[in-house]
């Protein structure tokens, strides 16, 4: 699978079932080329520009389940995932 084709696929947590928006950016090990966490800014944000100045950073241990639309995850503290955006300026 491509990373094009994940950033096409929504992210929803099944603990609450929310929405948590699109995959934006992938964190991988550079000496294994393993993925360790999926990137998912907040609806509507693109890191700053057009609103909200957060994203989730999900471990890649958290995903469930990856469908041909959906990326089910599995966070039992969403606020935890939550972090600034690294390029988010106001």
């Given at each position: 699978?491509r990373?094009s084709?994940?950033?096409?696929?929504?992210?929803?947590?099944?603990?609450d079932?929310k929405?948590?928006g699109?995959?934006?950016?992938?964190?991988?090990?550079?000496?294994?080329?393993?993925?360790?966490?999926?990137?998912?800014?907040e609806?509507?944000?693109?890191c700053?520009?057009?609103?909200?100045e957060k994203?989730?950073?999900?471990?890649?241990e958290?995903v469930?389940?990856?469908?041909?639309?959906?990326i089910?995850?599995e966070m039992?503290?969403?606020?935890?995932?939550?972090?600034?955006?690294k390029?988010?300026?106001?």
């Amino acid at each position: 699978m491509r990373f094009s084709d994940l950033k096409r696929k929504e992210v929803v947590n099944i603990c609450d079932c929310k929405r948590l928006g699109f995959v934006g950016d992938l964190d991988f090990d550079p000496k294994t080329g393993c993925i360790k966490h999926l990137i998912v800014p907040e609806a509507g944000c693109i890191c700053g520009i057009f609103g909200h100045e957060k994203e989730y950073v999900i471990p890649f241990e958290d995903v469930k389940q990856i469908g041909d639309d959906l990326i089910l995850v599995e966070m039992k503290k969403p606020k935890d995932a939550e972090k600034p955006c690294k390029d988010g300026k106001k």
